[in-house]
């Protein structure tokens, strides 16, 4: 059975850091590219960063880019997304994802990623 779940999410203030896990099973976690994604109330999901299959390759929306950093260890089967400097517009579900493609590049279309996790509520207040 495939699971993702994710933990570390919270209520923090502006200008804090949190970071987010998602730990994996029920699959060759290693042999897949991973997402971090996002959902705001009342707006679609939207992708925040990847990481390759083995770690080397990662890209970011450019509203996080130099602000959060997703990594991955591979040996533990998690995946990882370090937020610092958080702004209120970070407020959104998180949710972590696997790609459909066993050894693939990464990719910033949710159509490409085939299993997903609950979601874990980050807050940021102003």
């Known amino acids: 059975q495939v699971q993702l779940v994710e933990s570390g999410g919270g209520l923090v203030q502006a200008g804090d850091s949190l970071r987010l896990s998602c730990t994996a099973s029920?699959?060759?976690?290693?042999?897949?590219?991973m997402g971090w994604f996002r959902q705001a109330p009342g707006k679609e999901r939207e992708f925040v960063a990847a990481i390759s299959w083995i770690g080397g390759n990662t890209i970011y929306d450019n509203s996080v880019k130099g602000r959060f950093t997703i990594s991955r260890d591979n040996a533990k089967k998690t995946l990882y997304l370090q937020m610092n400097s958080l702004k209120p517009e970070d407020t959104a579900v998180y949710y972590c994802?696997?790609?459909?493609?066993?050894?693939?590049?990464?990719?910033?279309?949710?159509?490409?990623?085939?299993?997903w996790g609950q979601g874990t509520q980050v807050t940021v207040s102003s």
């Open positions: 029920g699959f060759t976690f290693s042999s897949r590219a």
């Open positions: 994802a696997a790609a459909a493609a066993q050894y693939g590049s990464v990719r910033y279309s949710s159509s490409a990623y085939d299993y």
